[in-house]
């Protein structure tokens, strides 16, 4: 597979990004970091890393779910299989290389392509989806309490962020609509990369759009598995999202968050990061991590939980992808 052949490249620049990044977190204040690092009460963080493999979870059964074949792949290889995409999202520019990984370890369980395709797309769409609700949530609650200064750079990548998310949500409501839609936004597509001079493969595009529409299809007659799958993703990414209040909870202060103040900027941060082309969004998810919680943590303390929450919330997931992922290729071998 071409992905593998980018991984090891991938890899090594995003350790250089994040020797850069912890360079520049932990160079103003490195005693206090420590200090505060050094004080964690571990049930606090044992709670964090509920919230993320409960995350991790949801996700996996509402893709058990869209599967719909037990016999096959049950909860358990669902749960794994999101894990693995996890890494492969880990190391690659926005996150592109989990959907065919998904795909791959799907027809690998004797499940037909068309079939194991539609799974990674409908999967895609109601991620999509309930990262465009809980945003959404996000900015509304912060446009009655402003809990957030209004700092302009922050506001123009909040906006830009949202306009590519609720454009991604478009796109894909305009190629559930009929097939005649869907050719001409991907001609459309093909046109911008070829005015960009984008190195593309014309037939891949046009198939992929095909498969987004046959996902579509699919769903339009499983309106119970939509609106399933859409909650279990939302509920998702609320206990991705509440992650950083039990980490700040671990350093002893139980005061400066609440529930609602922490899923609102943890909603910021995904939403800046879902643009940053970087594998991981590395540098971006950490500036806006910095920024929106800026507001509540003070730098020291800031600093401190930034570091537990990205091992929980990124590093983690990847290491555990990646040794799912070295294990399964042996077990074939």
Known sequence: MNLLKNI?????????????????????????????????????????????CLSVSLKGFANYLIINDKSKIDLKEAIKHNLIAQFFNGVTPFATGG????????????????????????????????????GMFAVIYNSIFHIFPKVKLLQHLILLGFIINIIVAIILLLISSSKSVTKKISEVVIKILRVFKIKHNEKEICKKFDDYYEGFKELKGRKYLTITGVSL??????????????????????YSLTVVDTITAAA??????????????????????????????????????????????????????????SLEEKVKK
């Open 233 to 254: 993703n939302i509920a998702s990414l609320l206990c991705l999202y509440i992650v950083p209040l039990f980490v700040l909870y671990s350093m002893g202060n139980f």
């Open 8 to 52: 090891k490249k991938n890899a090594v620049f995003l350790l250089l990004i994040t020797g850069v990044v912890l360079y520049i977190v932990l160079k103003d204040d490195f005693n206090g970091i420590v200090d505060a690092m050094s004080n964690i009460d571990v049930k606090y963080i044992l709670v964090a890393l509920f919230f993320y």
């Open 99 to 134: 959907q065919p990984m998904e795909i791959y370890m799907t027809t690998e369980h004797h499940i037909p392509l068309a079939k194991a395709t539609n799974q990674a797309v409908q999967s895609f769409i109601f991620y999509q989806i309930a990262l465009v609700i809980c």
């Open 268 to 325: 910021y941060v995904y939403v800046i990061g879902a643009f940053v082309p970087i594998p991981g969004a590395s540098g971006g998810i950490e500036y806006g991590f910095t920024q929106f919680y800026g507001n509540f943590i003070s730098a020291g303390t800031l600093s401190a939980v930034l570091i537990v929450w990205r091992f929980i919330t990124y590093y983690l997931g990847m290491i555990v992808g990646a040794l799912l992922f």
